[in-house]
């Protein structure tokens, strides 16, 4: 994990400094003497050592796959960095086989990255202590719902003293009377302050070299700098900001806001209609985090992971697509995620159910009407055509 260099130096400089007092000898330690004169100044002679990161990648879905595959192709061009790259694959099976095993033998995640090559310097193993070993830069990229437990076995088979986190979960924890983003509970559990990557990221297309930015967010340049040159290429364009809980916050609530849009749609109503309901949701989403996070940099709700994840979610993503189908079959959300998702449950509807009982505890669901509709329709059977009654005139004062 070190490398060492000491300049060369004539053998006759490492005799005994008690018989040097009266020449003007130097050396390259400094020795515990009281006499002053017989103190170097011991980065004349050496070259500080240099640490080698090594990076993990915790999660082998469609999108840690696909944060592999950046990583990989980046850092064969990085010095001070080890140029393999690990991802900790849940054991699962393809056709029968392990699939990290798979995806070593392949080049390839067939399950969650098909027709997708990885550079061969990405290895997958089940083994989390063998994934983990020496590892001093992880990203963590698994579903919400397994990061608590996730953390724990993390927090077992990992040396947190230089350890550099990067979450790139989009969710949020939303409990009756409290809020706490990934890196909130990432913090809690490792006692180490992690940095954050999102923004409009689908998977399969940055995989596919197409263009397209995302925002990276975190509290320590050192740590931002090393983020960035591990993800930033000419197809991935990656934008820092001094944040955290504000870009998580706006990769979760976007959620409910590209529901409403699928409820739009699925109402058969134009761009006009759609377009206004997302104006208003993109005002409840800065009004909610600034009620949370008053600090919050303006900038955040400008980047990929502000306005640009909101489009692209509202144009056809998972949520918005499900609520078209709610419309359109009077099915619930349950119904929909198990037949169209085989049981797997959407961020969008969650956190509206999510963030109405916030709300209603708080006492201002009068005050976020987009996001207490979308509940009431999802799960009270509320008429969709009420959405557009969030739509209102303003005068000016």
Known sequence: MFKYALLSRPL????????????????????????????TNRDKYWIKPTIMERVCVYGSGNWGTTAAKIIGENITKLPNFDHKVSIYSHF????????SDVINKTHENPKYLPGRKLPENVYATSDEK?????????????????LESSLRSIYKNIDGRRLKIISLIKGVYIYKDKIMTPTQVIEYALKVTPSVLCGANIANEIAGHEICESTLGSFIKSEADLWYSLFHSDYFRIRCIRDTYGIELCGALKNVVSVAAGIADGLGVGSNSKAAILR????????????????????????SCGMADLVASSLGGR?????????????????????????????????????YIFNKHEGITE????????????????DPSEIFNVLVGLKLE
């Open 280 to 303: 208003v949701g993109f005002k409840e989403m800065r009004q909610f985090i600034y009620h949370r996070h008053p600090y919050t940099p303006p900038e955040v709700f400008y980047e």
């Open 12 to 39: 006759t400089s490492y005799i005994n400094p008690t018989l040097l007092v009266s020449r003007s000898f130097s050396f390259p330690f400094r020795f515990s003497t009281t006499s002053s004169q017989y103190s």
């Open 92 to 99: 699962e099976t393809f056709d029968g086989v392990s699939l």
């Open 367 to 382: 005050k976020f009407p987009l996001f207490t509709t979308v509940y009431q329709i999802g799960y009270e059977k509320k």
């Open 319 to 355: 949520n918005h697509k499900i609520a078209v189908e709610l419309v359109k079959t009077g099915k619930s959300f349950a119904e929909l995620e198990s037949e169209m998702l085989g049981g797997q449950k959407l961020q969008g509807p969650m956190t509206a159910k999510e963030l």
């Open 130 to 146: 063998e994934a983990l070993d020496g590892a001093t830069m992880l990203v963590i990229v698994v579903p919400e719902q397994f």
